[in-house]
């Protein structure tokens, strides 16, 4: 991961997300008209004039503060500043240049790292606003006059940020990168265990529930592989979602879901499987995603010899529909059986990948249906020609019969089992879809 990273800083309610967005293309970062909505670093690939860079949108700094979570804040910024190789800092044209803009400005000069000055909410096109004038009194240079709503003036901000980053490196596409995404209801440790994984303050950490707004990619690698790991905001049920910043977060996570190669699904070991849980884990399984269920702060609960064998039970009894994913026990405090999540995590990715071929798979038919006979229904017995795998991730097999009606989904479970006793599957859920010979037929 050497491409350049451009860090977008500044006080809070200046644009910085909004600039974020329109800069990467995406509507990444959540927009609000309210200081604080940004609390963690959210990253964004972005590209110009052939140079590829990660642009990094960090929540807005406030100099002096007793808030707990905006000192949390300015840390995050303080890092993204120290990580950066460009820093853009943003300003507002329609607020001029305050005492925290100053301060933030002195803030930057001391990190040495190029800055530029881009002065946002220059709306209006034609004759510069003499108002810009205003902000060279910051000792950054010549501010450049933006519009991250109309988009107005970045094409300038990305000419001079691309002029100060280091020279461009050959390096090859990471193709083999896994992308996992930790989801779970607020509060069950999920930034924590991103941050052990990382082994830096990668997010807030709180023990208020939802800290974490956005979905964050951060990438790791070690001696089992190259991940990206997206952090996710804590999914609450709908009726307690009750400001659009949060409705915002929750499809953020389900964004995440759907854009990852693997889900851990965190529970917490205090509260073992609640409603929100199955319902989040409902999304994973629905998305065809290889699931691996992460039981977080087990350091905290009193064992016996058979306390892990029962809470292993009482998930699966809660998580019904899953029992094709592992169950693991983990600390993301203290570490304890962190680093077997790594195997569990490659494991689950290569079997959601797995492709078998047909004549492997008509053989298996065979065998499993001169087993157990396919059922009859007023004296006419299903029959299934054949099986054909149709795509991965998840796997999706397709079976032709003689009558989709007679394809009862006790007997497809059946093939199910049989399907993951002798290719495993383990950690993946497998897509099944009934052709009638003949027809186009209905996915069962």
């Not at 509260?271 to 998305?287: F, P, R, S, Y």
């Not at 029992?323 to 079997?351: C, D, H, W």
């Not at 396919?374 to 079976?399: C, I």
Request: proline share 4%.
């Amino acid at each position: 991961m050497s491409k350049p990273l451009v860090a977008i800083v500044g006080r809070p309610n200046v644009g910085k997300s909004m600039l974020f967005n329109k800069l990467t293309g995406k509507r990444a970062a959540i927009v609000e008209d309210t200081p604080g909505v940004t609390r963690d670093r959210l990253y964004g690939d972005c590209d110009w004039n052939g140079r590829d860079f990660e642009l990094v949108d960090t929540g807005g700094i406030e100099p002096k503060t007793d808030s707990e979570m905006l000192k949390f804040m300015r840390r995050q910024a303080e890092i993204a500043i120290e990580t950066a190789d460009v820093i853009v800092m943003v300003c507002d044209i329609k607020t001029g240049v305050t005492a925290a803009d100053s301060e933030i400005a002195s803030m930057l000069q001391r990190s040495k790292k190029p800055i530029v000055l881009a002065v946002n909410k220059c709306d209006s096109t034609g004759a510069v606003n003499p108002d810009i004038y205003e902000f060279y009194s910051l000792g950054l240079g010549d501010p450049v006059a933006v519009s991250a709503f109309h988009g107005h003036g970045t094409g300038d901000l990305l000419d001079l940020c691309v002029e100060n980053f280091p020279p461009e490196t050959e390096e090859e596409e990471e193709d083999d990168v896994i992308r996992v995404a930790i989801v779970g209801k607020p509060n069950v440790g999920k930034s924590s265990l991103l941050n052990y994984i990382l082994g830096e303050e990668r997010v807030i950490v709180s023990n208020v529930a939802g800290t974490t707004r956005d979905a964050i990619d951060s990438y790791f690698e070690n001696e089992h592989g190259k991940y990206i790991f997206i952090d996710t905001a804590g999914m609450r049920k709908k009726s307690r979602v009750d400001d659009s910043v949060e409705r915002f977060s929750n499809m953020r996570s389900v964004d995440a879901i759907s854009r990852s190669d693997v889900c851990l699904i965190m529970i917490d070991a205090n509260e073992g499987v609640t409603e929100q849980d199955t319902k989040i884990a409902g999304l994973v399984h629905e998305a065809g995603k290889a699931a691996l269920i992460v039981v977080n702060k087990w350091d905290s609960i009193e064992k016996d010899t058979h306390t892990m064998d029962k809470f292993t039970k009482s998930v699966r009894e809660g998580l019904s529909y899953m029992t094709y994913a592992p169950v693991l026990f983990i600390s993301a405090l203290t570490g304890m059986r962190v680093e077997k999540l790594y195997e569990a995590i490659n494991a689950a990715a290569s079997q959601n990948a797995l492709r078998i071929s047909t004549g492997t798979l008509n053989s298996l038919l065979a065998d499993a249906t001169a087993r157990v006979q396919p059922p009859t229904d007023k004296g006419r017995r299903l029959k299934v020609y054949y099986m054909t795998q149709s795509g991965v991730k998840p796997p999706t097999f397709v079976m032709f019969c003689n009558s989709a009606k007679l394809f009862h989904f006790s007997y497809q479970r059946y093939l199910e089992n049989q399907l993951r006793a002798t290719f495993g599957f383990e950690g993946t859920p497998i897509k099944l879809i009934v052709r009638q010979k003949g027809e186009d037929g209905d996915k069962l």
